[in-house]
């Protein structure tokens, strides 16, 4: 059996990286990280550099036979940009497209397209969680984008006969995980009073672990096929109860204060936060039940274990 040529964009990235780290061991698969800048991959595996804003930069994929592209203009708390909307479609949208027509030119047979929860929607109300085929309820500009990007794909898909399979995680954490996630570890280890210990509410997230296990399988599972799939841990909890699991985690109990969430929600809208209110307080639940039923999908890795390795992690890099 030949192995199946798969280019993975945003190889630089929290995702594509850990992707390309874990094709590297699977002896019926050759990786080609396709980079904007500089990286430890290079050395290890093919390497080719991409800059979705310039098409001639665009490596040949007429070998290949799968692209995973996970590379974007990723969401930011504080946008600075005049037109945000047209900067993530700059490179979400008209970017993702070129890319995967030119892949389809080349012959590529599937396009998996790493996308967001975000495109459901902000929020879930206890006991209905996002389903993969629910509505797009799409808010900000790089949910949006986002959005557009996957109806685009679906149709040259159509067109073309390129497989298109769109996977939208929530939250992703693992080992060197950044932004909120780093910053409520940094609380935790000062032992910062946090007035979070009300919050009672459940988030799915999904560790690097398992996201890159879930690609992994929709590489080659012929039922992936022009799906979208909504994957997670498969273990909700609230912020409260992550807090106080990251705590323990880092030998650090968090000091929770309970604070009922309406007040510190209206205290957050006069303060401008409203949108980090939202993801600290908020529900956000996926079901990932057309995963194991279409493809025998389970997460292979424990919360547990997610939150230990991302702690530990997070204490040798201080030392």
Known sequence: MSETRVLVTGASGFVGEALVFRLLLDKKIMPIAALRKSSRLQGLCTTVFLDLNQVNTFPALNNVNVVVHAAARV???NETAADALEEFRNVNVNGTL??????AASGVKRFIFVSSIKVN???TYRGKPFLANDPPAPVDPYAISKHEAEEQLKLLGQECGMEIVIVRPPLVYGPGVKANFQSMLSWLHRNIPLPL????NRRSLVSIGNLVDFLVMCIDHPRASNNTFLV????DMSTSQLLRRL???INKPARLLSIPFWLLRFMAIL???KAIAGRLGDSLQVDIHKNQELLGWIPPVSVDKSLRQTARHFLEKRR
């Open 75 to 77: 969401h930011v708390m």
């Open 98 to 103: 070129k890319l995967a027509q030119h892949a």
């Open 121 to 123: 929607g902000e929020r």
């Open 197 to 200: 210990g009300a919050i009672d």
């Open 232 to 235: 997670s841990d498969g273990e």
């Open 247 to 249: 705590g323990n985690g």
């Open 271 to 273: 303060a401008g936060k």
